[in-house]
Antibody
Framework: QVQLVQSEAEVKKPGASVKVSCKPSGYTFSGYSVYWVRQAPGQGLECMGRVNLNSGATNYAQRFQGRVTMTRDTSISTAYLELSGLRSDDTAVYFCAISVVAGGALDMWGQGTMVTVSS | DIVMTQTPLSSPVTLGQPASISCRSSQSLVYSDGNTYLSWLQQRPGQPPRLLIYKISNRFSGVPDRFSGSGAGTDFTLKISRVEAEDVGVYYC?????????FGQGTKLEIK
């Protein structure tokens, strides 16, 4: 079964950085962009940005510019989200997602990675 | 960024009855290629979102035909013809016409 598998939950202190991974399982995705979407506890969904798995080109939502880095390792078909300068309001579930067959829609999602920022 | 506004934010529905959710965008979602990249997602508790509808009215693979989408321009609707217990969750509209993609606030569907 094709799915996106994300790294395990993390607990970080304020000011630290976190790096979350996202790897397709059961298939090698090339030519796709991986989107990162976060969801604070009890809140809605927020798109943070995207990274193209082929070129490595990135686009970030303006509110995360300067704090977020999205990369990929083509040798293992894995995408990464790194968020620095963590604050308590960065506590959220971070999802990766891609658009495989449904044009302009995110039709495959990872299981989510909980990142808790607490002193 | 394009602002997506959903109504209602909560929808108590009787099993077997229809449900409807509206979504309005702050600007037209028609892209330069003529497509309108408006989708609907369902999120059950503790689960990642699941795609239901894409490009306004196309049901994604495996989605029951009781779900349908309609609309154009800036106004869109998701309808469930007969609500079942498994439909409980939060529904989001999402636009992918302009980056960054943006979501509605979510509509919580619950059974009366």
């Amino acid at each position: 079964q094709v799915q996106l598998v994300q790294s395990e939950a993390e607990v970080k202190k304020p000011g630290a950085s976190v790096k979350v991974s996202c790897k397709p399982s059961g298939y090698t995705f090339s030519g796709y962009s991986v989107y990162w979407v976060r969801q604070a506890p009890g809140q809605g969904l927020e798109c943070m940005g995207r990274v193209n798995l082929n070129s490595g080109a990135t686009n970030y939502a303006q509110r995360f510019q300067g704090r977020v880095t999205m990369t990929r390792d083509t040798s293992i078909s894995t995408a990464y989200l790194e968020l620095s300068g963590l604050r308590s309001d960065d506590t959220a579930v971070y999802f990766c997602a891609i658009s495989v067959v449904a044009g302009g829609a995110l039709d495959m999602w990872g299981q989510g990675t909980m990142v808790t920022v607490s002193s | 960024d394009i602002v997506m506004t959903q109504t209602p934010l909560s929808s108590p529905v009787t099993l077997g009855q229809p449900a409807s959710i509206s979504c309005r965008s702050s600007q037209s979602l028609v892209y330069s290629d003529g497509n309108t990249y408006l989708s609907w997602l369902q999120q059950r508790p503790g689960q990642p979102p699941r795609l239901l509808i894409y490009k306004i009215s196309n049901r994604f693979s495996g989605v029951p035909d009781r779900f349908s989408g309609s609309g154009a321009g800036t106004d869109f609707t998701l309808k469930i013809s007969r609500v079942e217990a498994e439909d409980v969750g939060v529904y989001y509209c999402m636009q992918a016409t302009q980056f960054p993609f943006t979501f509605g606030q979510g509509t919580k569907l619950e059974i009366k």
